[in-house]
């Protein structure tokens, strides 16, 4: 049976992704730092017998290190992480930022993220047979900012850089690592959009949204690639949304 791990799986497009990949025949390992949230993703979900929750900080190397560790316990391999888990800031012009407000979307979404990447990258190298996949959630942000975006922008930019370097260096382990970049999805996290948010010309105005869902499914089809093909990055966006000529 193949195995995935989700991080931020308690809501979102983690949990999207979860539920689509339970869905699909995966042992999916869930984690978070809210047990009652993860639960409550594998309770919408009609295979519990192949979903096992394990809280973990992201941010944590300890608890990063405990997490697999437990993954190998229980599962024996690795052939699937779903890089999700991310934080953000309130929008906040540049010249306003505070180093605790930088470090608070830096110490998730780039030092989590290579925590976690760093991890499964070992397992997948060091079990047998050798390999896996890693998919990193990007963003449009890690190619076009929005305004007063400067902590999750950066980090979305190094999310790029680290998928590169990730897909290049697996290549000799039989690693393949791709990026998926989210366009508003609707999740509580963007649930603003409907009412309205920054614009490049300094208006506020609603954005369309997408099912979260479509990014589950998204997930489910880079994950089934065989192991000769890998989809490096790839943009999945309300239809009708600001990115193509945004500003």
């Keep these: 049976m193949r195995t995935a791990v989700v991080?931020?799986?308690?809501?979102?497009?983690?949990?999207?992704?979860?539920?689509?990949?339970?869905?699909?025949?995966?042992?999916?390992?869930?984690?978070?730092?809210?047990?009652?949230?993860?639960?409550?993703?594998?309770?919408?979900?009609?295979?519990?017998?192949?979903?096992?929750?394990?809280?973990?900080?992201?941010?944590?190397?300890?608890?990063?290190?405990?997490?697999?560790?437990r993954v190998s316990e229980v599962c024996g391999r690795l052939d699937l992480l779903f890089n999700n888990a991310g934080n953000n800031t309130p929008s906040t012009n540049f010249g306003d930022l505070t180093f605790e407000q930088w470090t608070h979307v830096i110490d998730?979404?780039?030092?989590?993220?290579?925590?976690?990447?760093?991890?499964a990258y070992r397992m997948m190298r060091d079990q047998t047979p050798q390999g896996g996949r890693i998919i990193n959630n990007g963003s449009i942000s890690a190619h076009t900012p929005r305004p007063g975006s400067a902590p999750y922008?950066?980090?979305?930019?190094?999310?790029?850089?680290?998928?590169?370097?990730?897909?290049?260096?697996?290549?000799?382990?039989?690693?393949?690592?791709?990026?998926?970049?989210?366009?508003?999805?609707?999740?509580?996290?963007?649930?603003?959009?409907?009412?309205g948010v920054p614009q490049a010309d300094?208006?506020?105005?609603?954005?369309?949204?997408?099912?979260?869902?479509?990014?589950?499914?998204?997930?489910?089809?880079?994950?089934?690639?065989?192991a000769d093909a890998n989809a490096m990055f790839l943009t999945v966006m309300a239809t009708s949304m600001p990115y193509a000529g945004r500003g």
């Design 7 to 69: 991080t931020g799986a308690g809501s979102g497009v983690g949990r999207a992704a979860a539920l689509a990949l339970l869905a699909e025949g995966w042992f999916v390992v869930l984690t978070g730092r809210r047990r009652e949230a993860l639960d409550e993703t594998i309770g919408l979900s009609a295979a519990v017998d192949r979903a096992l929750a394990v809280t973990a900080d992201v941010a944590d190397p300890a608890s990063v290190a405990a997490l697999f560790a």
């Design 108 to 119: 998730v979404n780039l030092n989590g993220a290579f925590l976690c990447a760093n991890a």
């Design 153 to 195: 922008t950066a980090t979305k930019h190094a999310i790029t850089g680290l998928t590169k370097t990730i897909a290049l260096d697996g290549r000799v382990h039989n690693i393949a690592c791709g990026q998926i970049d989210i366009g508003n999805a609707a999740t509580p996290m963007t649930r603003r959009m409907t009412t």
């Design 202 to 226: 300094g208006s506020i105005r609603a954005e369309p949204t997408m099912d979260v869902e479509v990014v589950g499914r998204t997930i489910v089809y880079m994950a089934g690639l065989p």
